[in-house]
């Protein structure tokens, strides 16, 4: 590992990507059957999980990659914000 890389995203390149697919898509699912503000903050808290992922990422990504992320943050963004109000 070098100096200059976090614990954090070393650990997530080593995850495997079928099981994080499942693990999100499960915290999807009971985010979007979850009642009211419940499942609009776990949607709130994925997106800012994103969020996050995607300003680290941002350097590395392509032009037509950081586009389409931008847009999956926005559209998720409006469902927690739908699913809270």
């Known amino acids: ?27 999807v699912l009971v985010a979007l059957f979850a009642p009211g503000i419940i499942g609009g903050a776990l949607l709130l808290a994925l997106a800012v999980g ?6 680290t990422t941002w350097p590395v990504q392509t032009p037509a990659t950081r586009t389409i992320r931008l847009v999956v943050l926005a559209l998720l963004f409006t469902a ?6």
Request: proline share 3%.
């Open 80 to 85: 927690a914000l739908t699913k809270i109000l």
């Open 1 to 27: 590992m070098q100096r200059t890389q976090s614990v954090l995203l070393v650990r997530l390149a080593r995850a495997n990507p079928t099981s994080v697919f499942l693990g999100v898509l499960v915290l």
């Open 50 to 55: 994103l969020g996050a992922l995607l300003v």
